[in-house]
């Protein structure tokens, strides 16, 4: 799918918005976001704007920045990393590329509006599986915390449900229950006439039985319910089970992006 300049960066100004850090602070433009640990999203300075006069001093500033809390610089790259050559620059400069991830949108009707507000409104949703029921809520729940969790690596823990606390309103948790057991999990924020696709995450012993499709499919309904024109989730470019499951359910490939550190 490939989306204009102003759509791209209304994208990736939503994903920032859409996954809030603990703490962050603007250098030139620049946001730097900090989580002690955990999310490399939030952990990264979001490099979408860039107004200084002076790359060197912001990079000088970014590096202080994290040293002072004992955390790694970086940065997130995406397609539209400001200034251009951002990258390359960092590259010169001797930070570490790592990680490659995918952004992946849908299209799926609705409002043609990038702006606007939402009230988040449970919808009736029947079952996608059989056996199989979705239920909305506008919290987490111990079920549905145990199963986002048990998928995330053990450094990324820690502080996980903080930072989906942190995630804005309005916004849903999904969960897909089978006979009284919560199987998979899911977050969709609401911004503006764009959704995620956040914090999807099945129980080992009920993979492959069509609970994630089951859940995403709730996802899209409910986006088109409170009239979001497209949704978008991102993951490993190596995570080639669900690429299938994405592609196969109608997602398309719309940006990429990887990560600059400096370890010396």
């Known amino acids: 799918m490939n989306l204009d300049p102003t759509e791209l960066a209304a994208l990736e ?9 603990l703490a962050a602070s603007e250098i030139d433009g620049w946001l730097a976001r900090w989580s002690s640990g955990g999310s490399i999203r939030a952990n ?7 107004t200084g006069p002076d790359i060197d001093g912001a990079l000088a500033n970014v590096v202080r920045y994290y040293r002072d809390r004992n955390a790694v610089p970086r940065f997130t790259i995406t397609d539209i990393a400001a200034p251009a050559g951002l990258d390359r620059l960092l590259e010169q400069r001797g930070w570490q590329r790592t990680g490659q991830n995918v952004t992946y949108t849908k299209d799926v009707g609705g409002s043609d509006n990038l702006g606007g507000g939402h009230t988040a409104v449970p919808v009736d949703l029947a079952s996608d599986a059989v056996g199989l029921q ?13 199963i986002y969790l ?3 690596s053990p450094n990324r823990r820690a502080i996980a449900l903080q930072l989906v606390d942190g995630t804005p309103e309005p916004r849903v948790f999904f969960s897909a229950v089978r006979q009284g057991e919560v199987i998979a999990s899911g977050l969709s924020v609401l911004d503006g006439a764009l959704a995620s696709v956040q914090c999807v995450a099945t129980r080992t012993t009920s993979r492959r039985t069509g609970a994630a499709t089951a ?24 995570n080639t089970n669900a690429l299938r499951i994405y592609e196969r359910l109608g997602f398309r490939l719309a940006g990429t992006y990887h990560t600059r550190e400096l370890r010396t």
């Open 13 to 21: 100004k939503a994903i920032v918005r859409g996954w809030p850090a």
């Open 44 to 50: 990264s300075v979001a490099a979408l704007t860039f």
């Open 134 to 146: 979705i239920d909305l809520a506008a919290k987490r729940n111990d079920a549905w915390s145990e």
């Open 150 to 152: 048990a998928g995330l």
């Open 215 to 238: 859940l995403l499919g709730a996802i899209e309904r409910h986006a088109v319910a409170n009239s979001v024109r497209r949704i978008y989730l991102q993951t490993e470019a190596s």
